[in-house]
Each structure stands twice: as C-alpha cells, then as structure tokens.
C-alpha cells in the first residue's frame, strides 16, 4: 500500500475512445502528477498540479488532459490517442511543489491502445 | 532538460553478496537525490534520498553515496537477497518554483542468483 492509488490497473481502449484514469492519494500530500513510463525510456513528467492548479505541463499532446478536482484527486482524461501512447501511466504525489520532496508514486495504471 | 544516466543495464548478483548500483548525473545545481525501486508491475518504490549537503547516508541494508566532485551517485545494498531483484532508478531534482521537478535515468535491472 503506497497511499497512491491508481485505477483502472490496465485498461484496452480503441484509438476512437474516450476513457479515463483516475489516482487518489491518501498522504495529505498538496502535489500531485502524471508521469509516462514506457520501455526503456526514462520516467516523464507529464503534468504537476500544486495546490490544485496546474504548474507544469510539459508539451503534452491535447489528446491527454488532466483533471484535479482537489488536492486528493487526480485525472488523466484521455481521447483518440495513438498506439505510441500505449505504457505506464503513474501517478504520483508530494507533500507540496517545491523542491526537494520526495514523490511517491502509485501502482500504475498499464495502458494499450488498439 | 538535465538527464540522468546509469553506467550499467543490468546487473547481476549472488545472493548475500554486495550490490552496487552507479549513476550519472549532468547538473551541478542538482541538491537533492532519489533512490528508487520498480519491481515487475508495480510503480517505482521510494528507498532512499540524500540531499548535496551530504555524501554518505544509509538505510536498512541500503547505503547513498554521493560524489559531487564527478557527479556520482551509488546505490549500495547489502546481503543482496532474491527480493531486491528489481529495476532501480536514480532520480535528481534541481529545485525550481514550478512544481518539484524530478529527472529519472532509464533504469539498472537488478538479477539476484540464490
């Protein structure tokens, strides 16, 4: 139990769908983000919300948009992706968005897109 | 951006014998450190930290080691066990105001031989 929880653990989605994942921490944390995984490659940062407001989103393609409703709560909305974006998604959180805190991280939510 | 490399790929180890993990970093500016851990399937699992005001810090069976001279960070882990098989990142943070900003190598996959 990492105090991060991701949901769907795997989801399969067709290029045309509409889908979302959703993360909730549980560690009082004020930061959460979205990070992309995929083989091979190094961990990277899609998106950081501070105090619920967006501060960091790192040139993501608009079919990725994020939602974070409070500091408890985090979405990743996503629509007509590519098969490229099939990987990891992790979510992860920090006590606030400044530096030198450590972020911990979920368990993942596995995606493919077909 | 700044990366973060690894000297090794994978390594592979005894069981009870010392592990070593290398990692390269580029930016001097660089103050704080992360260790993490990823096993199969799961998210990437915090270890240890170390802040540039230190160079030595140590955990259960795990021990940083941070050079700032050559930009160098170890991961030592003791009496490797077949548990600690896993893919270890190093991360590094250069501080900023936007969000707490994490660079992360591609990974040292970790085989622990009983």
């Known amino acids: 139990e990492t105090g991060v929880t991701q949901t769907p653990r795997h989801l399969v989605m067709g290029m045309t769908n509409k889908k979302s994942l959703k993360c909730e921490q549980h560690?009082?944390?004020?930061?959460m983000y979205w990070y992309k995984q995929s083989a091979k490659k190094p961990l990277e940062l899609m998106f950081v919300?501070?105090?619920?407001?967006?501060?960091e989103n790192n040139s993501v393609p608009s079919r990725f948009s994020p939602e974070c409703p409070n500091s408890s709560h985090l979405f990743l909305h996503l629509h007509t992706l590519q098969p490229e974006d099939s990987a990891l998604y992790l979510c992860?959180?920090?006590?606030?968005?400044?530096?030198?805190?450590?972020?911990?991280f979920g368990e993942g939510s596995w995606l493919t897109v077909v | 951006g700044e990366s973060v490399g690894l000297h090794l790929p994978t390594l592979s180890v005894q069981e009870g014998d010392n592990s070593i993990i290398n990692c390269a970093y580029s930016?001097?500016?660089?103050?704080?450190f992360i260790w993490y851990k990823q096993e199969s399937g799961k998210g990437p699992q915090f270890i240890i930290d170390?802040?540039?005001?230190?160079d030595k810090r140590q955990g259960q069976r795990v021990t940083v080691l941070l050079n700032k001279t050559v930009k160098h960070l170890s991961l030592q882990i003791a009496a490797t066990q077949p548990g600690d098989s896993a893919v270890y990142f190093c991360?590094?943070?250069?501080?900023?105001?936007?969000?707490?900003?994490?660079?992360f190598g591609t990974g040292t996959s970790l085989t622990v031989i009983p």
């Open positions: 992860a959180s920090s006590p606030e968005g400044t530096m030198g805190n450590t972020i911990y």
């Open positions: 560690l009082g944390h004020n930061a």
């Open positions: 919300y501070s105090l619920e407001e967006r501060v």
């Open positions: 930016n001097s500016a660089s103050d704080y």
């Open positions: 170390i802040r540039s005001n230190m």
């Open positions: 991360a590094e943070n250069m501080g900023g105001n936007t969000g707490n900003q994490f660079y």
